[in-house]
């Protein structure tokens, strides 16, 4: 039984895009962490259009296209707020929009030993960072420990 | 030929030759009876590779080749770089602007705005102008090569769409190289950005004000070896065994082209295509992992299973620690459906061979862990190519045993 029914996600798009229009740049644009409705403002900030929004048991998914050709999906908690981000395709998105405040953290993360070009690792506190890929083929993700709903496969969130 | 023996003026005669090589070897010759002109000797398309501990001492399982540079038209004004790493994972030559000492131009777009990339890495972006480069590697040359400088402080503004993919390398620190050689199975470094940005090309009206653009094929970065003179359809990585426990530095061959010369011949190779990312499928744990790839510039072998025991030391929590040494079986298949079976790789404990040996920097098994999302990866790094000649073919170039995007072994 979904949480959300696909009328409300319609519902839920078109007032995120009224509030977006209202408010203006007040909305920074961040994601991860923030309410649903700074998905929209990720859309806008990155030229992209949502392409599909799926209701699963435990968690929405807005699957944003970017412009290049590169997927970024946005999780989305029964609480409103954005819990995970994953993409995937031919370059990076600009995760500074995608990871919203936590991007910094990122940032500073002390490097691992042994690192090379194809594959990031990163846990800073409540945040993780994963990534592989290489030229031409990126994917990663970055989700909220904590935020994570009860029943959510770590796996599934790509 | 007959044309080339008939009654003609000595110059005709000369260009003739020019196109058919064996002109007046067959004793036909109507120029006087001087003696042809030995052929010239064959480019030296060998150079040395090696994997050492880095420019940061702290590589691991890492190639690297030298690489010679000069301002273009110029013999003089030339510059040899060492420790730049071999990469078949990426396309084109990017040298860190620290180490570099020739003044290389920075290349223009038709509007008169400088060219920039920001090249992107999993773990980071590296920023820097397109300059051109007159680039000689072994006897191989490129003439005004678009080359990338990172970290050049021409251009020391990084903009906000770049920086908002990551971490900056723009240090030989941080990059862990003195620069990258990216011989990969494809010419350039982006499918399409000719036609559309990617915010990987910028266009810099000045050093701070660069914005995304599309750029002609023909201004991008390319894989050095598609616009070498000779011997420019490919190369070979060719690298020893190494024992089990690993080596403190194994040194090899980068040999260029395919079939060009005596020695890079295909002979028995096993030719597999990549797809257009240059990935082809792994056959892992009964499992067919459809957008996994052979590279170089992996420093480990990064694959999903559970059930192995990742490592608890700080910074190594991404490496598998097993218990005991495991040895693991795979199979490879092409897009061309050519299936490798039964091959076997080692997973030794990451944390007890780098406290073993910890001036090793050759370590056949290592091993770690992709992210649980990544389920249908498998990325075989360099340990791949201890112990076999491995061809990499570039798109829409023949050898004797096929087209590329390739890779064969």
Same mark, same amino acid.
């Given at each position: 039984?979904?949480?959300?029914?696909?009328?409300? %996600?319609?519902?839920?798009? *078109? *007032?995120?895009?009224?509030?977006?229009?209202?408010?203006?740049?007040?909305?920074?644009?961040?994601?991860?962490?923030?309410?649903? %409705?700074?998905?929209?403002?990720?859309?806008?900030?990155?030229?992209?259009? %949502?392409?599909?929004?799926?209701?699963?048991?435990?968690?929405?998914?807005?699957?944003?296209?970017?412009?290049?050709?590169?997927?970024?999906?946005?999780?989305?908690?029964?609480?409103?707020?954005?819990?995970?981000?994953?993409?995937?395709?031919?370059?990076?998105?600009?995760?500074?929009?995608?990871?919203?405040?936590?991007?910094?953290?990122?940032?500073?993360?002390?490097?691992?030993?042994?690192?090379?070009?194809?594959? *990031?690792?990163?846990?800073?506190?409540?945040?993780?960072?994963?990534?592989?890929?290489?030229?031409?083929?990126?994917?990663?993700?970055?989700?909220?420990?904590?935020?994570?709903?009860?029943?959510?496969?770590?796996?599934?969130?790509? | 030929?007959?044309?080339?023996?008939?009654?003609?003026?000595?110059?005709?005669?000369?260009?003739?030759?020019?196109?058919?090589?064996?002109?007046?070897?067959? &004793?036909?010759?109507?120029?006087?009876?001087?003696?042809?002109?030995?052929?010239?000797?064959?480019?030296?398309?060998?150079?040395?590779?090696?994997?050492?501990?880095?420019?940061?001492?702290?590589? $691991?399982?890492?190639?690297?080749?030298? $690489?010679?540079?000069?301002?273009?038209?110029?013999?003089?004004?030339?510059?040899?770089?060492?420790?730049?790493?071999?990469?078949?994972?990426?396309?084109?030559?990017?040298?860190?602007?620290?180490?570099?000492?020739?003044?290389?131009?920075?290349?223009?777009?038709?509007?008169?705005?400088?060219?920039?990339?920001?090249?992107?890495?999993?773990?980071?972006?590296?920023?820097?102008?397109?300059?051109?480069?007159?680039?000689?590697?072994?006897?191989?040359?490129?003439?005004?090569?678009?080359?990338?400088?990172?970290?050049?402080?021409?251009?020391?503004?990084?903009?906000?769409?770049?920086?908002?993919?990551?971490?900056?390398?723009?240090?030989?620190?941080?990059?862990?190289?003195?620069?990258? =050689?990216?011989?990969?199975?494809?010419?350039?470094?982006?499918?399409?950005?000719?036609?559309?940005?990617?915010?990987?090309?910028?266009?810099?009206?000045?050093?701070?004000?660069?914005?995304?653009?599309?750029?002609?094929?023909?201004?991008?970065?390319?894989?050095?070896?598609?616009?070498?003179?000779?011997?420019?359809?490919?190369?070979?990585?060719?690298?020893?065994?190494?024992?089990?426990?690993?080596?403190?530095? =194994?040194?090899?061959?980068?040999?260029?082209?395919?079939?060009?010369?005596?020695?890079?011949?295909? &002979?028995?190779?096993?030719?597999?295509?990549?797809?257009?990312?240059?990935?082809?499928?792994?056959?892992?744990?009964?499992?067919?992992?459809?957008?996994?790839?052979?590279?170089?510039?992996?420093?480990?072998?990064?694959?999903?299973?559970?059930?192995?025991?990742?490592?608890?030391?700080?910074?190594?929590?991404?490496?598998?620690?097993?218990?005991?040494?495991?040895?693991? &079986?795979?199979?490879?298949?092409?897009?061309?459906?050519?299936?490798?079976?039964?091959?076997?790789?080692?997973?030794?404990?990451?944390?007890?061979?780098?406290?073993?040996?910890?001036?090793?920097?050759?370590?056949?098994?290592?091993?770690?862990?992709?992210?649980? &999302?990544?389920?249908?990866?498998?990325?075989?790094?360099?340990?791949?190519?201890?112990?076999?000649?491995?061809?990499?073919?570039?798109?829409?170039?023949?050898?004797?045993?096929?087209?590329?995007?390739?890779?064969?072994?």
């Amino acid at each position: 039984m979904p949480i959300f029914r696909s009328g409300e %996600i319609k519902i839920t798009i *078109l *007032l995120s895009a009224v509030l977006i229009a209202a408010l203006g740049p007040r909305i920074a644009g961040a994601t991860l962490g923030e309410p649903e %409705i700074t998905v929209q403002s990720d859309v806008a900030q990155l030229r992209a259009s %949502i392409k599909n929004s799926d209701d699963r048991a435990s968690y929405r998914v807005h699957e944003i296209q970017l412009p290049g050709g590169t997927l970024l999906r946005e999780f989305v908690a029964p609480d409103g707020k954005v819990f995970a981000v994953a993409w995937n395709g031919p370059t990076k998105p600009n995760l500074r929009q995608a990871l919203g405040k936590y991007f910094d953290a990122m940032v500073s993360a002390p490097k691992p030993k042994f690192a090379d070009r194809r594959h *990031l690792q990163i846990q800073q506190g409540d945040l993780v960072v994963q990534g592989s890929g290489h030229m031409r083929a990126f994917s990663g993700r970055a989700y909220l420990a904590s935020a994570i709903p009860s029943g959510v496969n770590l796996g599934d969130l790509h | 030929m007959a044309s080339c023996i008939g009654p003609v003026r000595a110059v005709l005669i000369a260009a003739c030759c020019l196109v058919a090589v064996a002109c007046g070897g067959g &004793g036909g010759g109507g120029g006087g009876g001087s003696t042809p002109p030995p052929p010239p000797p064959p480019t030296n398309n060998v150079v040395s590779v090696i994997v050492d501990e880095g420019p940061t001492s702290q590589s $691991v399982n890492t190639l690297f080749t030298s $690489v010679t540079v000069c301002v273009p038209g110029s013999t003089t004004n030339c510059q040899t770089i060492d420790h730049i790493q071999v990469d078949t994972g990426s396309y084109g030559l990017r040298l860190l602007a620290p180490v570099l000492t020739v003044a290389l131009p920075v290349e223009t777009l038709s509007s008169g705005n400088s060219l920039a990339q920001c090249t992107q890495f999993v773990d980071g972006f590296s920023w820097g102008p397109i300059a051109l480069a007159d680039v000689q590697i072994a006897g191989e040359t490129a003439k005004s090569l678009p080359v990338q400088v990172i970290g050049d402080s021409r251009f020391a503004t990084v903009p906000a769409a770049c920086s908002g993919t990551g971490t900056a390398e723009d240090t030989v620190s941080s990059f862990g190289a003195n620069g990258i =050689l990216g011989i990969g199975p494809f010419e350039l470094d982006c499918g399409d950005c000719d036609t559309v940005t990617h915010g990987l090309y910028f266009a810099c009206a000045t050093a701070t004000t660069c914005t995304d653009t599309t750029v002609p094929n023909a201004m991008q970065v390319p894989n050095p070896v598609t616009h070498f003179a000779a011997d420019n359809n490919g190369s070979m990585i060719d690298l020893p065994a190494v024992a089990a426990g690993g080596a403190v530095t =194994l040194s090899g061959s980068l040999i260029f082209g395919i079939d060009t010369q005596s020695n890079n011949q295909s &002979g028995t190779q096993t030719v597999l295509t990549v797809d257009g990312a240059g990935e082809l499928a792994m056959i892992f744990n009964g499992q067919t992992l459809a957008n996994s790839f052979i590279d170089s510039g992996s420093n480990g072998i990064y694959f999903a299973d559970s059930s192995i025991a990742t490592c608890t030391a700080t910074g190594l929590t991404s490496f598998y620690c097993p218990g005991n040494t495991l040895t693991l &079986g795979l199979s490879i298949q092409g897009q061309n459906g050519v299936m490798v079976n039964n091959l076997t790789f080692g997973v030794g404990n990451a944390q007890t061979m780098l406290n073993a040996n910890p001036t090793f920097n050759v370590f056949p098994q290592l091993a770690g862990q992709l992210p649980a &999302g990544n389920a249908g990866t498998f990325d075989y790094g360099l340990a791949f190519f201890y112990g076999k000649r491995v061809a990499v073919a570039v798109e829409g170039n023949m050898t004797s045993v096929g087209t590329g995007p390739y890779i064969a072994f």
